[in-house]
């Protein structure tokens, strides 16, 4: 009779403190975890506020009937469609986009933006989702060429003034026998190569991909100065930056972002 | 014969003399290791006496840099440089204090390199404003502490500094320190720094305006159209306190031959502010351009191509050597930045932070010496 009191006492111990860690386990949960408001907002009235300047061609612009068109719209929508949510674009101008996100008065720019660390303290950004980088892109004959050591001796066209060219200056200061073709513009650089005229051209990756004849020409997928765009947010808001990422990584393994690449750039996915 | 051996307290002074010493000559190996030579007195060669650039020297900390900087202006042509001296970098804690470390580095690289430096003064320390203001805010009740500052800069460097100008862009509201803007208060404002600046040295040359072009409509509260500000800038009486107009000219997206007109901001835009001098009877006094250019980023709606910036910076310092006798100085906005803002901004420059120099530095460059162009279509 004593020994079975004795554990009855012990069990009313254990299960009450059982619960009671339980219950504190629960509060903190409550309490004490980052809250997101932009998150529940959007959960709460199914809508993602996207702010976009709809005047860069082929991410985003306006079609005739003022309907904003481009990866980026697409992207967005993508995003959306994965949270079961709607992308409401909102139009920003290019200079106030970052400002409108850490005001709060958007959820996120989502506008070909490139990776700006000096705003870190700011906002928030998510993980890349294009490269619009400098790029070497050759001739067909040429598939010994990867990278700039490889340029020697080679004719490389540029865009006159450009990052490009910059390259390759600083490329001839060190090997005195590459010969730059300047060209007005990205696109007659990428002529050039494709007439035979060049071995290589040194132009961005949206130049590149947008060029008619770029099946003709062979883009080495390594950049040779990195520019990539990426989603910016506000900063305290931990549950939309990694669902952010978390469907930009689904986006990638699905193949979706090389589909958005296919339909805006054209060329095979 | 007995030895004496030396005492406690004698050895002890010894050691004292000794470390002493050795800290003396650390102090001196440290000071020497840090001060970069100025070296030889160079000259400018270039076929354009009127080229200057804007250069952004006021944060840059490390002295090879600075010099670095200056060599490279000169080495690309430039004769002139504009050169920003913050009232509250040298005086931020009270009047007085002069903290001139920095300003005579630059000054004193600036002159061994053969640049003439026009010295942009403004920027107001905490002590002359109120707690919730912005270092562009000065009120009538501390233009004479400014003075002051004016007055000390302009006898500072009497040898070489002679011309300076007066705040930038006080058509403003956020150069202004947020305020509506006044034509009256920044009369009053350029008649203390100029009378100070006569005290110290009458020849220096003292700019007045620096106003930003803008074609804001009136009542705006972003600020007034510039050809609206200097006119009240006149009718305030400002003629009497400024030797020439300090100018900026940037293109837009127009080449520097698109024609002047008031409802466009151009770089032609000048003629305008030019014309305005001359019918208040201040055609004598030349125009320095102090900030201009034109910029090439990929997407920024006022961007212009990287090849048309080549064609428009070379033509607009030909226009003004040929075509524009009244302007002394074209100075193009900004030669570099001591780290990549990775904004549009970056697309102004001339040499990236880590000393690479753009294209358009190159092509500049040929121009001072004569050259011709590497160009589209040929071979470089």
Known sequence: MRVELKRKQWLLVVGGTVLLLALVLILWRTVALPRDHFWENIEQTGVWRVAMDPSFPPFESLDPEGRPVGYDVDLARAIAARWGVEASIEGVGFDGLVDAVWAGSVDTALSALPYQPQFSQNVAFSRPYFEAGLMLVAAPDRPELNSLDDLSGMRVAVEWGSEGDLQARALRRESPDVIILPQETAQQALQVVADGDADAALVDRISALQFPGSGQLRLVEEPIVSDPYVLVMPRKTPILQAQVDEALQALQEDGTLAALQARWFGGSQ | ?380
């Open chain 2, 1 to 380: 014969m007995s030895q004496s051996r030396p005492s406690a307290r004698s050895v002890g002074l010894v050691l004292l003399l000794l470390l002493l010493a050795a800290g003396i000559l650390i102090v001196v190996v440290v000071q020497s290791g840090s001060r970069v030579s100025v070296g030889p007195q160079q000259t400018v060669q270039s076929i354009n006496p009127k080229m200057g650039v804007h250069t952004r020297l006021t944060d840059e900390v490390e002295e090879w840099k600075v010099k670095r900087t200056l060599e490279m202006v000169r080495e690309m042509g430039a004769n002139w440089i504009v050169e920003f001296f913050p009232w509250a970098y040298v005086e931020p804690n009270r009047p007085g204090e002069g903290k001139w470390d920095h300003s005579d580095m630059v000054i004193r690289h600036a002159a061994a390199q053969g640049l003439k430096v026009i010295a942009r003064l403004g920027y107001v320390p905490q002590w002359a404003r109120p707690d919730d203001t912005t270092p562009l805010y000065l009120d009538e009740e501390h233009y004479a502490d400014f003075g002051n500052y004016v007055y000390e800069f302009v006898q500072r460097y009497r040898d070489e500094v002679d011309t300076i100008v007066i705040w930038n862009e006080p058509n403003l509201s956020l150069e202004w320190g947020f305020r509506p803007v006044d034509p009256l208060a920044y009369t009053e404002m350029l008649r203390v720094a100029y009378t100070r600046a006569k005290e110290a040295n009458p020849d220096v040359q003292v700019l007045g305006g620096a106003l930003a072009p803008t074609l804001a409509p009136p009542g705006s509260e972003w600020g007034m159209d510039d050809l609206d500000f200097l006119q009240a800038m006149y009718d305030a009486g400002a003629a009497p306190y400024f030797d020439a107009l300090a100018v900026h000219a940037y293109g837009g997206k127009f080449p520097p031959d698109e024609p002047a007109a008031p409802d466009a901001i151009n770089f032609a835009r000048t003629e305008l502010v030019r014309d305005l001098m001359v019918a208040n009877g201040d055609g004598d006094k030349p125009v320095f351009i102090t900030e201009a250019g034109w910029n090439d980023h990929p997407r920024w709606t006022r961007a212009v191509r990287p090849a048309q910036r080549i064609e428009y910076t070379v033509r607009a310092y030909d226009k003004v050597l040929n075509e524009w006798p009244w302007a002394e100085v074209l100075a193009f906005w900004a030669f570099r930045y001591p780290a990549s803002v990775r904004t549009y901004q970056d697309y102004f420059t001339f040499v990236t932070p880590d000393f690479q120099p753009k294209p358009i530095y190159e092509e500049v460059q040929r121009y001072s010496r004569g050259e011709e162009l590497s160009g589209p279509g040929g071979s470089d």
